[in-house]
């Protein structure tokens, strides 16, 4: 039996819900979480007292996964938003420090965000003055990164501009806040040096080909290199996920080949990430502690239904070239990463995908918002259901029902519905899902009738619940 300890991002159902529905495939591992009230939401700050105190009351564990975020910031979000100083954060991340001593007999794998830079102007997630100033301030960083790396007077002047447009009070507590966060990503560095962290991830999102926050992440990813655990990778949400199948593969060698329907389109970029469709493969598999692998050699193959040209977006109506061909059968035990639309599934792709019907090769199912988003949480149920001694083949259809509703059925198809007729009637959502449970509970030989909610009284997630 295998105990792992995880402190999440916040209270979202996929950072909630997905890791225990994925590690309930499993029938060796025992995932101890905290009291989701503990957890941060949109507009609450997480319980940090009452997760530190839990921490600490951990016993007979094997490895402990936590968002640095959570524990330091209160979340994600406040790790953005919050106003401490950088004295009243060093202060959490030494009293981090003082705890993991005590936790010797266990591994721990932490992971930490580089502050991202959003190019627009809403601040659901971010502070006020984001609703204004949002774009001059990627603009702003943009520019002047850029004049750093390439040396044209040119981006210079348009940054000098920028930062006389941008109230100085704003440009000062922005860039405050960002360095105070990069100080406060330093000190983990100390901490893997120290032994005190077995497995250290920078993720970063939202990014572009010049900011500050890649040159913060240049700078880390230098610094990763030196170590050998250590890495920076592209992405946020799915990082728990990767490292709970980092805790499966320790001392396995799972090999991992990626097929992808347009391969000749690899090197393309997704919307919010900064490396080619591949190397986010890679840097996923690589992540959740497996190796990459030809189809000859591989356990597994992660068959990637990737775009041509471009990705799509389905609730901004950005549409690209839909999956045109047949839906190989592997003679491998295979899973689907379905990345051609940031967030929501290929309708087409996914109706070839039923037409061949799920055997016991089939390995799960994913095509959850960026493409990071998706490969980590395929790979992470995949690689759980792999390594089971002792699967339970209920609890994998219940994961492949509730992704199939929420990537498929919601993203794809519902979001947009319910979203444009403004509906956010329980009842009203449920009877849009009901042909998709009808279709589900046929494809999975399992009763699918599920309740539905907007846990953060917004459109952009739902909560599943069987």
């Not at 348009?158 to 100085?168: D, G, Q």
């Not at 170590?227 to 090999?255: H, Q, S, Y």
């Not at 689907?336 to 599934?345: E, M, R, T, V």
Request: hydrophobic share 40%.
């Amino acid at each position: 039996m295998k105990k792992i300890a995880l402190i999440p991002i916040d209270n979202r159902p996929v950072c909630y819900q997905l890791p225990k529905m994925i590690a309930d495939i499993n029938k060796d591992i025992k995932l101890i979480m905290p009291d989701r009230r503990l957890l941060g939401s949109l507009t609450k700050n997480a319980e940090i007292n009452a997760l530190f105190e839990w921490l600490e009351d951990i016993q007979d564990v094997d490895y402990i996964v936590i968002s640095a975020d959570t524990l330091i910031y209160g979340g994600l979000i406040p790790s953005r938003r919050s106003e401490e100083t950088f004295e009243d954060l060093e202060q959490r991340v030494l009293k981090l420090r003082n705890l993991l001593l005590k936790k010797n007999d266990c591994k721990t794998f932490l992971f930490s965000s580089i502050m991202r830079i959003s190019n627009n102007n809403i601040n659901e997630e971010e502070k006020e003055y984001w609703s204004e100033w949002g774009t001059k301030l990627f603009e702003y960083s943009y520019n002047l990164h850029k004049f750093e790396v390439e040396g044209n007077g040119q981006d210079k002047q348009t940054a000098k501009k920028l930062s006389e447009e941008i109230p100085p009070e704003i440009l000062v507590d922005w860039l405050t806040t960002r360095e105070r966060n990069f100080l406060v990503n330093k000190m983990y560095l100390k901490m893997y040096d120290d032994k005190l962290l077995d497995t250290l991830i920078y993720s970063k999102d939202d990014c572009a080909k010049y900011g500050f926050n890649v040159k913060e992440a240049n700078y880390f990813d230098f610094e990763a290199s030196k170590r050998k655990n250590a890495f920076v990778k592209t992405g946020a949400d799915e990082i728990p996920l990767t490292l709970l199948a980092r805790c499966l593969t320790e001392g396995k060698n799972i090999k991992i080949a990626p097929v992808y329907t347009n391969p000749a389109e690899i090197n393309l970029i997704s919307n919010y990430e900064d490396i080619s469709v591949q190397k986010s493969a890679e840097s996923q598999i690589l992540t959740a502690g497996a190796s990459v692998s030809d189809v000859r050699n591989a356990d597994l193959i992660m068959y990637v239904n990737n775009f041509k040209n471009h990705q799509g977006e389905l609730v901004m109506d950005v549409e690209t070239q839909g999956f045109d061909g047949h839906v190989e059968k592997f003679e491998k035990p295979y899973f689907a990463a379905d990345i051609l639309n940031a967030n929501g599934s290929d309708n087409v792709f996914v109706e070839k995908l039923f037409e061949n019907k799920f055997d016991d090769k089939f390995f799960g199912y994913a095509g959850w918002n960026t493409t990071g988003n998706t490969f980590g949480s395929a790979i992470s149920a995949a690689i759980c259901a792999y390594t089971a001694e002792n699967a339970d083949e209920e609890a994998f259809k219940k994961l492949q029902a509730v992704r199939f509703l929420d990537d498929w059925a919601y993203q794809a198809n519902v979001r947009k519905y319910i979203k444009t007729q403004n509906i956010t009637d329980i009842g009203e959502i449920k009877n849009c899902f009901k042909p998709y449970e009808n279709t589900l509970s046929k494809i999975l030989d399992y009763p699918v009738d599920a309740k539905y909610s907007l846990p953060w009284n917004r459109f952009f997630e739902t909560e599943i619940e069987l």
